[in-house]
């Protein structure tokens, strides 16, 4: 069965860091550009940032730019995203999702356009 499964969320305070995991199981990852997106109560799911198939194009929102770097291991099948300096305004469930691209250009519409594929979703929790 295909699915990603996130891990690595949890509680840290304020200032403090974690890196998050997307594993993909049952097909590569190779192909596809990753995007990492969050949402928090009462907010609509956002983007956070996306990495492109080569690993040589990325984005991050405006909110977690200079923070967050995502990275990925094809030979691990993994997609990851190290997140520093977290506050508060971080605490979210934190998803990633395949848009169905090679590239992370349209990423701020995978939203829109529909998305492909998700995993189940990792908590993190901000909070002293």
């Known amino acids: 069965q295909s699915q990603l499964v996130e891990s690595g969320g949890g509680l840290v305070q304020p200032g403090g860091s974690l890196r998050l995991s997307c594993a993909a199981s049952g097909f590569t990852l190779d192909y596809f550009a990753i995007g990492w997106f969050r949402e928090s109560p009462g907010k609509e799911r956002e983007e956070v940032s996306c990495?492109?198939?080569?690993?040589?194009?990325?984005y991050y929102a405006d909110s977690v730019k200079g923070r967050f770097t995502v990275s990925r291991d094809n030979a691990k099948n993994t997609v990851y995203l190290q997140m520093n300096s977290l506050s508060a305004e971080d605490t979210a469930v934190y998803y990633c999702g395949i848009g169905g691209y090679h590239t992370c250009s349209s990423f701020s519409r995978w939203l829109d356009y529909g998305m492909s594929f998700w995993g189940k979703g990792t908590l993190v929790t901000v909070s002293s």
């Open positions: 990495i492109s198939s080569t690993d040589d194009g990325t």
